[in-house]
């Protein structure tokens, strides 16, 4: 049984699409097609960011108290909890994304939206200053207000994190929302309408727009959008921030990552890597925080590769709706080419083959699949070390000293994420602070969302998640009076 969604959700309504042909959506398992659904066009966006302009001029909702607003997010994340099974079951048909995977992030994505609530509840959105001059007969309100209209544009790997990573801050803070979403979550992303439109809403605050690469363009280029927000490649934040900069929008970016997890040599290795299988190969290893490249001191080298052979060796690929499937296929075909590249480019390179390769798994061809892959002897100046691949390659580089591990994981042009492996605590915070990258885990802590989210270097401008996050979708005025 396939989901059809033949109408765009424009202005908190269904309406006809200005292109009537419907994109089929496929299966990354088996290319059987698992959905269809109507895709924007420039005209459609016309329509989507008119609706919120008029919306947010209007007062409709960023007129709203904080207090209403925070309650209207509140029965959204209500509606998509007890629909989490639906999510989920979307997200792997159409990404590919194993069923552990998308079930599992269900509560990720309750934590995350408690911490936005939990930041709005305690934000200060209008406070008296006290005068640096107690004799000041003056004194100042700072206000925090809505930016106005917010394109954001979010990636397919993680749709429904990506997405309210940006449509609640965004929506709390009093701002009316476009939502471009890729065409391969068009099942998923309408299904998040479904649940917007049901949230309470007022009409125009929220479009969701799935779209190409030439519409999103479109959009984020449009004079009435005032804030972008996105997340995505590298390259295409660059083009993003030329944009922005050319029109002076606000923007914020989550972008790739490279990032590397050091294991001291006093760490356990059993718990480090149990915890590697999570932090590294995470949604079949298409997560800009993936971990994977893994330092390793030469004394303990061949015994880090040795248990991290066993742990890939043991993973199983394959339908990602098994419940004991572990690894999925790629998004589509072109992404299953460019990581088989990848591996090929590792073996010219000279890095060790310990396990998997370029060749497709047996039995698995019908699908957009790649064997788990493992390199030894990599260098960090090897492309399979410094370009983010996206894929399930993991990569072990040695180190000599301390100084050393921490020299060869801040020597990338990324610094989204990493981590820290070590029996001392202590002395692993130690050498996270040395790092140059916006997040670091320690002894495979999760990530939390209280604290800022968001990347040093070419892995973004701007930070996510908590007050931090939701203070980005406002602007400060400042009032003074007698």
């Known amino acids: 049984m396939t989901t059809t969604y033949d109408r765009l959700f424009i202005g908190g309504s269904w ?46 909702w960023s007129g709203t108290p904080p207090h ?33 995977f998308t079930l599992a992030g269900q509560g990720g994505l309750s934590r995350q939206a408690n911490a936005y609530f939990k930041a709005a509840e305690n934000f200060d959105w209008e406070a008296v200053l006290v005068p640096s001059d107690p004799a000041s007969p003056f004194r100042s309100i700072v206000r925090r207000e809505a930016i106005g209209v917010v394109a954001a544009v979010i990636p397919w790997n993680s749709p429904f994190s990506a997405a309210n990573a940006k449509i609640i801050p965004a929506l709390l803070a009093g701002n009316s929302v476009v939502l471009k979403v890729s065409p391969e979550n068009s099942l998923s992303m309408g299904f998040l309408a479904e649940l917007l439109e049901r949230s ?47 029109q002076l929008k606000r923007v914020s970016l989550e972008l790739g990552g490279k990032s590397a997890a050091l294991i001291l040599p006093d760490a356990d290795l059993q718990q480090a890597v149990h915890g590697l299988k999570f932090s590294s190969l995470l949604n079949n290893g298409e997560a800009c925080i993936a971990q994977v490249r893994i330092l390793a001191p030469r004394s303990r080298y061949e015994e880090v590769v040795t248990a991290l052979k066993e742990l890939v060796e043991s993973l199983k690929v394959g339908d990602p709706l098994a419940q004991d499937t572990f690894i999925g296929p790629m998004i589509r075909r072109d992404h299953q080419q460019r990581v088989r590249d990848y591996i090929r480019a590792g073996i010219e390179e000279g890095a060790r083959l310990i396990t998997g390769g370029s060749h497709i798994p047996a039995g698995l061809e019908a699908g957009n699949y790649v064997t788990p892959t493992l390199f030894a002897d990599v260098d960090n100046s090897m492309r399979i070390a410094q370009e983010e691949i996206f894929g399930p390659v993991l990569v072990v580089i040695a180190y000599d000293d301390e100084d050393d591990a921490v020299r060869i994981a801040n020597d990338s042009e990324y610094g989204l994420s990493g981590g820290v492996w070590s029996a001392d605590t202590d002395h692993a915070l130690s050498v996270a602070r040395r790092l140059r990258t916006g997040t670091v885990t320690v002894n495979g802590a999760p990530i939390g969302f209280d604290g800022p989210f968001g990347g040093f270097k070419t892995s973004g401008i701007g930070r996510e998640y908590g007050a931090v996050g939701l203070g980005t979708y406002t602007e400060y005025k400042t009032i003074t009076t007698i």
């Open 68 to 100: 209403e607003r925070l309650a209207v997010l509140r029965r959204y994340n209500e509606l998509r909890e007890r629909n989490a099974e639906k999510v989920a079951e979307l997200i792997t048909a159409e990404n590919g994304s194993a069923a552990w």
């Open 15 to 60: 309406v006809k699409p200005s292109d009537p042909e419907l994109l089929d959506i496929r299966s990354p398992h088996d290319q059987s097609v698992v959905g269809r659904a109507a895709q924007a066009q420039p005209a459609d966006v016309d329509r989507a960011v008119a609706a919120a302009r008029t919306s947010f001029e209007a007062g409709a």
């Open 200 to 246: 309470g809403l007022p009409q125009g605050v929220i479009s969701v727009l799935p779209a190409d690469r030439a519409t999103s363009e479109y959009l984020i280029s449009h004079p009435d959008i005032d804030k972008i927000a996105f997340t995505g490649s590298t390259r295409a934040g660059r083009t993003i921030a030329s944009i922005a900069g050319q």
